[in-house]
């Protein structure tokens, strides 16, 4: 079911999303190679307390057992934090939600630990200018795959493997709510949004082909190949002043404002 919020509803989100920015920040600067996983989801428990949220992801269908989502080199999505510890070269990508008050923040990025590669270095900035791409499309009177065909055409344009399993949503209430958002679609399809609508953008972008599997925990999901891969994402809402990202800082960030300070 489509569910539009009220300004008070979306206050409350901008807190969730303000909330997910401060975990991806402190992480962000925790990563280095000696890290563990473990370290990184000690920091988003941490800072979820001290916010006043609890996790959108700790116990989610009954099972998943953090708080964050990290997921490093050829895992796509859903890795589940661990003792392994960060090496030189790895890229990571972090996936934090918050609820404040009932109402999620939900948002992603990908980073290298140390240097790494030159493919991966352009794979991560590839997939991020791929969600502003999509953000962008995120407008009253738009169609969802408007949002879908913009992610797409970035990643094609640069032979990537285009997640299709895992896509975007919306969200409120619940983290996953309708309308799916796809990253591969065709302009002018799918429902229109409305003001009160808010969303995740969220492309999953491989270095090989797009297939994916999933390891015997039912969580971790990684390439079939083996490939590299990197995955962003924000929450934004459809506000009557505008599309607003809720997840970029500690302040909505209207969506044409997404140079270098809020990208990430």
Sequence with gaps: MITIKSSREFAKMQIAGAAVAAIHEAVRDAIKPGVSLLELEAISARILKER????????????????????????IVHGIPAKT?????????????????GFHGDAAFTVGVGKVSVEAQ????????????????????AHVEDISAAVQGVGDAQGYGVVEEYVGHGIGRQMHEEPQVPNFGTRGQG???????????????????????????GWTVRTEDGSLSAHFEHTVAITPDGPLVFTAGEEAVPVELEENAVRG
């Design 52 to 75: 006043g949220c609890t996790s959108s992801f700790l116990g989610y269908l009954g099972t998943y057992p953090a708080t964050l989502c990290v997921s490093p080199n050829d895992v």
């Design 191 to 217: 429902m229109k949004l409305r003001t009160g609508m808010s969303l995740c953008i969220e492309p999953m972008f491989n270095l090989g082909g797009r297939q994916t599997k999933v390891d015997a925990d």
């Design 122 to 141: 352009n794979l991560m900035d590839v997939t991020l200018e791929a969600l502003w791409a999509g953000l962008r499309e995120v407008k009253k009177g």
């Design 85 to 101: 510890k960060l090496r030189e070269g790895d890229i990571l990508s972090v996936d934090a939600g918050a609820i404040y008050e």
